[in-house]
């Protein structure tokens, strides 16, 4: 699949941020913990999953929106559960990664898998079929995730004691960004930017963020039509979560001028 990719001419620098105390470090990683614990305990496929990659000397992490939500909560004493979680194996070929996972999982537009079951989806894939790592041939490591995310909010990667031993976290700017509320870029290049449209939409309502001038004159120019406010309208009507689908739109409005 030909993936629409767009460049933000104006990101060109690495992002500067305040690091993470060595307190709140180590507080984070414990309840991380404590949550991941908590979520194999109660989530068969993962934990099969986990075992299978252990017994095979592959490594994972956990990174994206289910890292983020737990330190949002923890930081602001909110209660988000995330809906699904993404997991970065290292260690394995496609195939050996497809045979390890339930029958019915699906090969996702990424190049990953995807798995639905009872308590959350599962979204599984090889580092190094991420897609700007293999796009533009970064380096192959965990450490690289971070610098791939397209909002600085989730630049971030767990390593659970399952896989690691010792559990640990690795941070570009995610906890810094939560901890000022605003939502920037991390990456200069946007892969399906009407996707992303959304996702900044949606972010900026469901975690109070303030959208960087970055952001709104991305979602400007990719929303530069009234058919454009029309697909992105649409677009939130069937994704967006029911109780933040009225403030996205109203912001998309306040934004465009639509």
């Not at 913990?33 to 496929?45: C, E, P």
């Not at 303030?210 to 058919?227: A, Q, R, V």
Request: proline share 4%; with cysteine; glycine share 2%.
């Amino acid at each position: 699949m030909d993936i629409p990719l767009v460049k933000v001419a104006d990101l060109y620098e690495q992002k500067r941020y305040k690091p993470v105390t060595e307190s709140l470090k180590l507080s984070l990683i414990e309840r991380l913990q404590w949550n991941f614990d908590s979520f194999v305990h109660n989530d068969r496929t993962l934990c099969d999953i986990l075992t299978t990659l252990h017994n095979q000397s592959a490594s994972l992490v956990v990174f994206g929106g289910w890292v983020r939500d737990h330190i949002y909560s923890y930081m602001s004493q909110q209660n988000f559960q995330p809906r699904d979680i993404d997991i970065v194996v290292d260690g394995l070929d496609f195939h050996q990664l497809q045979q390890l996972l339930p029958s019915d999982s699906k090969v996702n537009i990424f190049g990953g898998f995807s798995i639905e079951n009872s308590t959350t989806k599962i979204d599984i894939w090889l580092l190094k079929n991420t897609y700007l790592i293999e796009k533009f041939s970064l380096e192959q490591k965990f450490e690289t995730l971070p610098q791939t995310t397209v909002f600085r909010i989730n630049s971030i990667i767990f390593k659970p004691k399952q896989l690691w031993l010792v559990p640990d976290i690795y941070d570009l700017g995610c906890i810094d960004a939560l901890e000022h509320k605003v939502l920037d870029f991390q990456s200069c290049f946007i892969p399906f930017p009407e996707i992303q449209v959304a996702r900044a939409l949606i972010y900026s309502v469901k975690l109070n963020l303030t959208l960087k001038p970055e952001i709104t004159d991305f979602i400007k120019m990719i929303c530069n039509s009234e058919d454009a406010f029309s697909n992105l309208t649409n677009n939130l009507l069937t994704n967006c979560p029911e109780h933040l689908v009225t403030n996205c739109i109203n912001l998309l409005k306040t934004i465009t001028n639509y």
